[in-house]
């Protein structure tokens, strides 16, 4: 039974950073790619960013580039995401995900794509 287990949310003010992380089992967690989403109030579940099982290929959603880092720990089957510069819309609920096959770089940011999802973590940005 595949879990993921996120953790790190919070509140922060506007421009500071948190770290989240998802902790994975049940699954062979370097042979699969790993995305993070967030959903708002009232908005659609939003991709944010993904890595490869290796960590060498990586996409982020255009909201978050230059200011999100995605990376994984093979060794401790997690990964996370690190924020800096937060905004007040970067708040939302934050998702870990994992396929249960292999995915094509341009499907990374494909929310349908993913069949296994955490409870999720909420991250406030004060303005």
């Known amino acids: 039974q595949v879990q993921l287990v996120e953790s790190g949310g919070g509140l922060v003010q506007a421009g500071g950073s948190l770290r989240l992380s998802c902790a994975a089992s049940?699954?062979?967690?370097?042979?699969?790619?790993m995305g993070w989403f967030r959903q708002a109030p009232g908005k659609e579940r939003e991709f944010v960013a993904a890595?490869?099982?290796?960590?060498?290929?990586?996409l982020y959603g255009d909201s978050v580039k230059g200011r999100f880092t995605i990376s994984r720990d093979n060794a401790k089957n997690t990964v996370y995401l690190q924020m800096n510069s937060l905004k007040f819309e970067d708040t939302a609920v934050y998702y870990c995900?994992?396929?249960?096959?292999?995915?094509?770089?341009?499907?990374?940011?494909?929310?349908?794509?993913?069949?296994?999802w955490g409870q999720g973590t909420q991250v406030t940005v004060s303005s």
């Open positions: 995900a994992a396929p249960s096959r292999s995915l094509r770089y341009w499907d990374y940011g494909a929310r349908e794509y993913y069949d296994y």
């Open positions: 049940g699954l062979t967690f370097s042979s699969y790619a």
């Open positions: 890595v490869n099982g290796r960590g060498s290929n990586i």
